[in-house]
């Protein structure tokens, strides 16, 4: 069965952010702070996933701080080996499929002997992350090639040269990808043939620098197919789409559900895993999911809509109806038309008048718990942004002070906050 998935951060989960340091500020103390608070991040991720039926998912390269540099000399596979442990285990019972994509600096065919150095520690690290947590061999790194150095087939035998000195442990998750300026796909399916390693299609960049415009994205798709083997999971392909306004290559804030239907009804398999590479990362995880399930059941967006509701509130108060009398026949599953409406709404330009009315609906939750001092504050910081004093930004984070104060568990899963 396919799995939808995303990268690395997660909006609008509680303790779910990763922390980070600057080699200036580096400790052994403060390292250790950083790994633990990261792996209860996540641990918090990989629980979220569970509950939103997400079975794909991107560990990010930054779970340990300088992971594969000298500065951080502590064995961290070995302090956190329980934490690892455990996490792992949760991944491996709800059959979640990770992997992990070092950055644009992990070059492995640089003409310059150090920077081919560091990108094989690299590969050694991300290997470690992935070993630590106990995941079979289809739990995958993803790389591009790196650069043509005015000598592409040059690049291209440093490349075949350099991955033969790596690491079993390190071959044997490798997955190499086209990309969106240097080498598009059948540069990469000739590399994945000739050193028998699996190939992912993106279709962004395919779309950006295709080998030729003849040939489909199915095309490509069927192609890489052949070069995965049973031992290496389901087929796995990025999936994005090109935000308008910006530079070719930059991912839309979201994923335009009937664009997707398309193409996932165009791809006529189940036997493929798709990674979403999207600015709302989970958002458009379970909105593709719950648009294309076998399981329809009305409470699916009625659960997402107790999440949107405040939000949709506060830029569209139109919409906002309209989804409501959607919501209304529970023998009906409007999941597409439901986000439409919803990724209409978010694209509306907000009112001054309407986020005031978003804002006192959030706030009748608190109205007749507060105490005098906090409900006078709250009031005066309302009138201020209906003069134009404050911005709703303002208003916004007092309501967010008291959820958590209160602890308003329905507001707490809220995007109100976060959109």
């Not at 739990?139 to 350099?162: C, M, P, T, W």
């Not at 083997?229 to 804030?253: A, M, T, V, W």
């Not at 493929?272 to 593709?288: G, T």
């Amino acid at each position: 069965m396919m799995s939808i998935g995303y990268a690395c951060l997660t909006i609008g989960v509680l303790d779910a952010n990763l922390k980070s340091c600057t080699a200036k500020n580096l400790s052994n103390e403060k390292l250790l702070g950083i790994i633990e608070h990261n792996l209860k991040s996540l641990k918090n991720i990989i629980d979220y996933n569970i509950k939103n039926n997400i079975h794909l998912f991107r560990i990010s390269s930054d779970l340990i701080p300088f992971g594969s540099s000298d500065l951080n000399k502590l064995p961290w596979w070995e302090i956190f080996s329980e934490e690892f442990f455990q996490i792992g285990k949760e991944i491996r019972k709800n059959n979640i499929r990770i992997s992990m994509h070092p950055g644009q600096y992990t070059v492995l065919n640089s003409p310059k002997e150090d920077v081919v150095s560091r990108a094989i520690e690299d590969l050694n690290y991300h290997a470690k992350v992935l070993d630590s947590l106990g995941v079979g061999e289809e739990s995958k790194i993803v790389l591009h090639i790196g650069g043509i150095y005015n000598d592409k087939e040059q690049a291209i035998n440093r490349f075949v040269n350099n991955y033969k000195i790596l690491k079993d442990k390190v071959k044997q998750r490798l997955v190499i990808e086209n990309d969106d300026k240097s080498y598009d796909i059948n540069d990469v399916f000739q590399i994945g043939i000739k050193l028998n390693i699996p190939v992912i299609f993106d279709n962004l960049h395919n779309e950006i620098n295709p080998y030729v415009q003849e040939k489909s994205d199915l095309y490509w798709i069927n192609e890489c197919k052949n070069t995965w083997k049973e031992k290496d999971g389901y087929q796995k392909i990025h999936y994005s789409q090109q935000d308008i306004l910006k530079k070719p290559g930059s991912h839309s804030n979201t994923i335009a559900v009937d664009r997707f239907i398309n193409f996932y009804e165009s791809l006529a398999r189940e036997d493929i895993d798709i990674m979403l590479e999207v600015k709302d990362k989970n958002l458009s995880a379970v909105k593709c999911i719950n648009c294309i399930t076998k399981d329809k059941k009305i409470s699916k967006l009625e659960e997402e809509w107790s999440k949107y509701k405040y939000t949709i509130l506060e830029n569209s108060p139109r919409i906002y109806l309209e989804i409501r009398n959607l919501l209304k026949n529970k023998n009906e599953y409007p999941a597409v038309q439901f986000y439409n409406y919803i990724d209409e709404a978010i694209n509306e330009k907000i009112t001054t008048g309407n986020a005031e009315n978003a804002a006192l609906h959030v706030w009748g939750y608190f109205k007749n718990i507060v105490d005098i001092k906090e409900k006078e504050s709250f009031l005066k910081t309302i009138d201020n942004y209906r003069q134009g004093k404050v911005s709703i930004n303002v208003v916004k984070n007092k309501l967010l002070k008291m959820t958590i104060k209160y602890n308003e568990k329905y507001l707490k899963n809220s995007y109100y906050f976060i959109l």
